[in-house]
């Protein structure tokens, strides 16, 4: 591995929880945006020696990635892309400027989820592993889909709460 | 009634909001950039709740049994951390493409990724003229030594052998051909409108913007030579592209001295109607194309042909220049149809 590719994937490894989130923000389909982050990965390494290091490598990795959505989206007409583009490039630009620390604060994620339990945690697995969405899990848990979509709601809200507490404790230490 | 942000935010990321909120949604995030960040931050977690929640089921650590899910013994065991399913497939591809440079050649993944990159250099904004070369005569050069009227009393096409090609944004483009007696023979549009000036007679103009594009090859599928930026899109679906590079040829440079790369584009299927190869020469650091070939191309109810298109030059050519009036005296008659 010669240097420049070495310089590429470090920077790659720190900004793909950002490109990874905004790649999910409008390729909803999982499955689909594992490839397309595939893609983005490919393209900033191959393309690496364009990059100006006097500039934010995220800001010029969501470039990329939003070439690659555009793609996408050209590519495989039955999906939907909700979002225009200067919808696309408002969301590029607030991912850009999330600072690292909201990625980082997400290592407290997993600790969080253990604090789970019962019928939150069931949500939370057929939400996030089997890829369900509330109609498919309403019908599985004697649930309306109403009030499965708000218990999601809820149960994020509480993660982000857990999150942000560990942080500050962390913070405080 | 407007909803809360919060419940459209989370709506969205369980693909249930109705069209009404989507549109909510969207005016929300662009109202500030303090919204969109908050959308972000919603989007950081909810992206990194799947790597987790998958990772964690990997490790039993999370894996729930429901009624619906008794049976899913085989399907825990097959699921994996996806967080390391992911990061796998990217350090995969990764290293695939650091092997592949290595060695030269570039696989599909890496010439869409070029490809995609022409695609928007050639949606940059200026002027390029091209020359068009026919290969190997065929029709061409019969009907330059014996040209014959068509079905219908038509005159024959003007040879497109050294034809010029002038393209703007993919709307406009002048087409420059030399009659068999050697008077110029041009046809264009300016966006709005499309337009022929024959060597005599009135000049033609009309709304219809394909009516006089139809001498230009390239309009029977998706491939109009005028507009580049479609045509290389269209490629993406129907065709297999790869990439070709010319390590150590000291010629394979473009006129400002880059090194030129060049991406091939090979037909998927034969029903479908597009030349049967395309090859596209650009130069690597500026992505601009220097030559594009296309093999067996259709062109009206003429034989197939091979031709290419060479840049001559990249340059502003004025407000005017793809209205017809440019191109004829002004006092040539113009009939509107």
């Known amino acids: 591995m010669d240097e420049s590719t070495r310089k590429a994937t470090r920077h790659w490894t720190l900004a793909q929880p950002i490109v990874s989130a905004f790649v999910t923000s409008v390729v909803r389909d999982f499955t689909a945006r594992d490839d397309v982050l595939q893609e983005i990965a490919v393209a900033v390494i191959e393309s690496f020696d364009r990059y100006d290091p006097e500039r934010p490598f995220i800001g010029w990795a969501l470039g990329i990635a939003q070439n690659q959505v555009g793609l996408y989206f050209r590519r495989v007409r039955r999906d939907r892309l909700v979002f225009d583009e200067q919808t696309m490039a408002n969301l590029a630009t607030a991912f850009s400027s999330l600072s690292a620390d909201q990625s980082t604060k997400l290592d407290h994620l997993r600790d969080c989820l253990q604090g789970l339990e019962g019928r939150a945690k069931q949500l939370c697995e057929l939400r996030y592993q089997r890829d369900q969405k509330p109609a498919a899990i309403a019908s599985s848990v004697g649930m309306s889909a109403n009030s499965v979509a708000k218990a999601l709601q809820r149960i994020r809200g509480q993660l982000r709460e857990c999150i942000d507490r560990k942080s500050a404790v962390e913070g405080a230490s | 009634m407007a909803t809360d942000p919060r419940q459209l935010i989370s709506g969205y990321c369980d693909e249930s909001l109705t069209s009404d909120e989507e549109r909510q949604l969207i005016d929300w995030i662009n109202e500030s950039q303090e919204h969109a960040q908050e959308f972000a931050k919603a989007l950081l977690l909810h992206d990194r709740l799947r790597s987790e929640v998958g990772a964690m089921a990997a490790t039993s650590q999370m894996a729930v049994p429901t009624p619906a899910s008794l049976n899913s013994t085989r399907w825990n065991r097959w699921s994996r951390s996806l967080t390391g399913l992911v990061s796998a497939a990217v350090a995969a591809a990764i290293a695939?493409?650091?092997?592949?440079?290595?060695?030269?050649?570039?696989?599909?993944?890496?010439?869409?990724?070029?490809?995609?990159?022409?695609?928007?250099?050639?949606?940059?904004?200026?002027?390029?003229?091209?020359?068009?070369?026919?290969?190997?005569?065929?029709?061409?050069?019969?009907?330059?030594?014996?040209?014959?009227?068509?079905?219908?009393?038509?005159?024959?096409?003007?040879?497109?052998?050294?034809?010029?090609?002038?393209?703007?944004?993919?709307?406009?483009?002048?087409?420059?051909?030399?009659?068999?007696?050697?008077?110029?023979?041009?046809?264009?549009?300016?966006?709005?409108?499309?337009?022929?000036?024959?060597?005599?007679?009135?000049?033609?103009?009309?709304?219809?913007?394909?009516?006089?594009?139809?001498?230009?090859?390239?309009?029977?599928?998706?491939?109009?030579?005028?507009?580049?930026?479609?045509?290389?899109?269209?490629?993406?679906?129907?065709?297999?592209?790869?990439?070709?590079?010319?390590?150590?040829?000291?010629?394979?440079?473009?006129?400002?001295?880059?090194?030129?790369?060049?991406?091939?584009?090979?037909?998927?299927?034969?029903?479908?109607?597009?030349?049967?190869?395309?090859?596209?020469?650009?130069?690597?650091?500026?992505?601009?194309?220097?030559?594009?070939?296309?093999?067996?191309?259709?062109?009206?109810?003429?034989?197939?042909?091979?031709?290419?298109?060479?840049?001559?030059?990249?340059?502003?050519?004025?407000?005017?220049?793809?209205?017809?009036?440019?191109?004829?005296?002004?006092?040539?008659?113009?009939?509107?149809?």
């Open chain 2, 96 to 337: 695939f493409v650091v092997i592949w440079k290595g060695i030269g050649e570039s696989p599909a993944s890496a010439a869409i990724v070029e490809l995609n990159r022409i695609i928007a250099a050639s949606a940059q904004s200026f002027d390029r003229t091209f020359r068009i070369e026919v290969e190997g005569g065929g029709q061409e050069k019969q009907s330059a030594k014996r040209p014959r009227p068509t079905e219908r009393g038509r005159p024959p096409k003007p040879p497109m052998n050294g034809a010029i090609l002038h393209i703007r944004d993919g709307r406009q483009f002048v087409l420059v051909r030399t009659e068999f007696d050697g008077r110029p023979f041009v046809t264009g549009s300016n966006g709005k409108t499309s337009w022929a000036v024959r060597p005599d007679g009135p000049v033609r103009s009309s709304t219809d913007l394909k009516r006089f594009s139809h001498d230009l090859p390239g309009h029977e599928h998706s491939i109009p030579l005028f507009n580049i930026q479609e045509g290389l899109e269209g490629l993406l679906e129907a065709y297999n592209v790869t990439l070709q590079t010319f390590e150590g040829h000291r010629d394979a440079r473009s006129s400002d001295g880059d090194p030129v790369q060049m991406i091939i584009a090979d037909r998927k299927s034969k029903s479908y109607r597009g030349p049967s190869r395309v090859e596209i020469r650009y130069a690597l650091q500026s992505g601009h194309i220097q030559q594009m070939r296309f093999v067996d191309m259709p062109y009206d109810k003429e034989p197939r042909l091979t031709l290419t298109m060479k840049l001559v030059e990249e340059q502003k050519l004025g407000p005017d220049f793809f209205d017809h009036d440019a191109h004829h005296a002004p006092d040539r008659r113009v009939e509107v149809e």
